[in-house]
Structures are given as structure tokens and as C-alpha cells.
């Protein structure tokens, strides 16, 4: 694995903006970086991110059918209790997910260890399945990667193919955002695309705009039926809504499902380690309130349950502690054990691995000075070479 310098392509601004990439550029800062690249060899890919991305997924789905037969589980992960049958039921009955992220700490050497699940509104999912895509095309074209080059990234025909299975019937599917965040409205507009591409009508509706009919389901602006839904809003959120209350009887169906508010908790992780104890793709983790905590005392990395961009996420160690932005988030936190992401030229380097359906289908990276990845992080597109 390594990390390359590349000249600028000289229209890459300019095709970002006429693709809808519009933030390439955050509050001035470049966002995508196309001056750089990281270079894997296909073993690496293989064997170091796409096997343990479909390994970790299947603990994931075992921990999910463990914890819905269990209070005990569910109240540690702050699922509250009202919808806690809700949030089974969505599972035995088998709702159907659409994709997820796991952000792993590798460099090509050890093994891929697990920061955590990104399992419902992961983001970033336009420029790993397009833009880097393209990426990949033009520099070929250009001669400044190999000719042979390839990327891991089917995200693109495997949403479509997943889109097509949760659908198979076609039909009309609402989708929804917070209309005024640039990069969540862009986001959701490319996968209303790809749900255009496998057969489906896409309509948007804004999260404010969602209300409820005499009958207690849900409506858009227009007082249509809202029947199936992909909502880029966080579970942890709607669980608490005035309108969650109506979800267990509203008939719809959602993406992502809310058994996926089981695994978007980083409460996962302490229950993980305490399953899988020693597991290569794990680091050690505990519930900041279990006893076994004090083994992580000297050196930790806290993260609040429901923290989002790094927010409120702070590394300890006997030297000081590096501190995330305040994003307000507080409550229950787990303690994981200090494992900083790997350094190529001066810069923290993560990998986000994608899974769609059931199969892993691409990876992006993003890049840091600090080592806690943010929403200002810059990512950074990659290649497979011989």
C-alpha cells in the first residue's frame, strides 16, 4: 500500500460541478484530493479489507439477532423501549437493507482493524462509487497509472442489482433528506438515480415535510402515501421523534431498516469484542460503565454511543488528550482500545470498506493531520495495481 503523488487533472472542478460533486470543496478547503492516490496491491484488497468487510458483516447480523431477543442487550445499546419490539420485528421479518461502511485502520501490513460500522446514513457514497470511478478512467487515459489499473468498486451496478431485489415489482419510492445540506441532498439525488436505473419512480420529500393522514400513515407535501422510504436521517433520531410513535403501524417500508439501529450504535463494538475476544479485525472495547473498562484506563479512545464525523470523540493518553469538535453529542459512551491510523506522508490514512445487500463492494480513503477522521477529512481515490 502506497500512498503517490499525481499532477492535478486540469477539468476535474469542472466536471465535479457539471456531475453534481458540488462539494469538492469544503468552506474553501478541497475536500476530494486529486493530486493523490493510494496504490494496493490485489492481495492487499482481497485478503486485508474486502475478507474481513464480509466477516465482520456476519458477526454484525449475528450480534443484530442476538440483541433483538434481548432486554438486556437492547437497553445497552439505548434503544428505547417503546419501539424496541418495533425495531425486532423489522428483523424477524426480514426488512431488507440497502448498504452500510466499516472504517478500518490498515496499511497493507497487519490486519484491518474495526473502528466502527457507519450501518445507516453513511455518506461519501457518491464519490467512491463515480467519482473515483472516473477518476480511475481518466488517468489510464492520461498514462499516469498503469494501463492495467483497477479499483475495488462495483458500488455502482450493486446498488442498482440491490435496488431491483428489495423492488422486484418496480413502483413508486419516496426519498428524503434535510433538503438545505448540500452533500445529504446530493447524496440521496444520486441514489434516486440509481433507483431510476433499476426500474423503480423516485420522488423526493423533505424530512420536515413528512406528515401523518387520518389513518396514521405517513404523507409527503402532497398528501401522498409514503409506502417505502429511504430516508438519509439517522435511526437514533427517528426512535425519539414526536412521530415515532405511529412506525410500528404505519405499513411502510424503510431504508435503511430499523434493525440497522443496532449496528449504526457503537455500543456494538464492546459487544463484539466481548463475543469475539481476541479476533484479529477487532480492537478492545468496553462499555464505559463496565468494570472491565479499568484495563483500558491509561489509554483510550472514547466515543459517545451515537457520535457522527468524529464529534465528541476524544483519544486519551498518559501524555494528553486529542479532542473532537463538540458536536453536541453526550450520554453512554464505550472505551476502545488506541489504535492510531496508519501515516503516509504526514497524513492519517482510513479505510472505509463498503458492503451493499450482503457483499462487500468497494472501499474509499480519507485522510487527516489529526486522528480522528471529520467531516473535513479529504478523500482520496485509490487503484489496484499488478
Known amino acids: 500500500m502506497q500512498r503517490l503523488i499525481l499532477p492535478e ?67 445497552l445499546l439505548d434503544i428505547p423501549e417503546k419501539l424496541r419490539d418495533y425495531v425486532a420485528d423489522s428483523w424477524k421479518r426480514g426488512d431488507p437493507s440497502l448498504y452500510g461502511r466499516f472504517d478500518f485502520a490498515y496499511d497493507g501490513q497487519g490486519p484491518a ?26 488517468r489510464i487515459a492520461d498514462g499516469s497509472i498503469p494501463a492495467a489499473a483497477d479499483q475495488f468498486n462495483s458500488l455502482h451496478e450493486k446498488l442498482v442489482a440491490r435496488f431491483r431485489a428489495i423492488f422486484p415489482m418496480g413502483g413508486f419510492v419516496h426519498f428524503s433528506s434535510d433538503p438545505d445540506f448540500v452533500e445529504d441532498r446530493q447524496t440521496v439525488r444520486f441514489l434516486e438515480d440509481i433507483a431510476r436505473q433499476a426500474g423503480l419512480d423516485p420522488k423526493f420529500v423533505a424530512i420536515g415535510d413528512i406528515g401523518l393522514n387520518a389513518d396514521g400513515r405517513f404523507v409527503d407535501e402532497q398528501n401522498w402515501l409514503i409506502q417505502a422510504m429511504f430516508k438519509l436521517y439517522p435511526w437514533e433520531q427517528m426512535l425519539r421523534d414526536d412521530y415515532a410513535e405511529p412506525l410500528p403501524h404505519a405499513d411502510i417500508t424503510v431504508l435503511e431498516p430499523a434493525w440497522k439501529s443496532i449496528l449504526s450504535n457503537k455500543g456494538i463494538l464492546p459487544l463484539l469484542w466481548e463475543r469475539h475476544a481476541g479476533h484479529p479485525n477487532l480492537l478492545e ?7 472491565g473498562a479499568s484495563a483500558l484506563s491509561s489509554a483510550h479512545v472514547r466515543k459517545p454511543l451515537f457520535s457522527r464525523e468524529g464529534d465528541n470523540i476524544s483519544i486519551v493518553e498518559p501524555g494528553g488528550t486529542e479532542q473532537g469538535k463538540d458536536g453536541g453529542y453526550d450520554g453512554r459512551a464505550i472505551l476502545q482500545a488506541v489504535h492510531a491510523p496508519p501515516v503516509f506522508d504526514g ?10 445487500g450482503e457483499e462487500p463492494a468497494g472501499m474509499s480513503v480519507r485522510e487527516d493531520e489529526g486522528r480522528i477522521t471529520r467531516n473535513v477529512s479529504r478523500f482520496v481515490p485509490h487503484f489496484i495495481h499488478d
Request: hydrophobic share 40%.
Open 9 to 75: 487533472r486540469p477539468d476535474w472542478q469542472a466536471k465535479a460541478d457539471s456531475l453534481g460533486f458540488t462539494w469538492h470543496h469544503t468552506s474553501g478547503d478541497p475536500y476530494w484530493s486529486d493530486e493523490v492516490a493510494y496504490a494496493l496491491t490485489l492481495q492487499e484488497v482481497e485478503e486485508g479489507i474486502e475478507a474481513p468487510t464480509a466477516e465482520l458483516h456476519q458477526m454484525c447480523l449475528d450480534l443484530v439477532d442476538e440483541a433483538v431477543k434481548s432486554e438486556r442487550l437492547m437497553g
Open 285 to 291: 472495547s468496553w462499555f464505559e460503565d463496565d468494570p
Open 113 to 138: 482493524k474495526l473502528y466502527e460500522y457507519n450501518a445507516d446514513t453513511p455518506t461519501s457514497i457518491y464519490e467512491s462509487a463515480v467519482f473515483q470511478w472516473l477518476w480511475l478512467e481518466d
Open 347 to 356: 497524513r492519517h490514512a482510513i479505510i472505509g470498506s463498503w458492503v451493499v
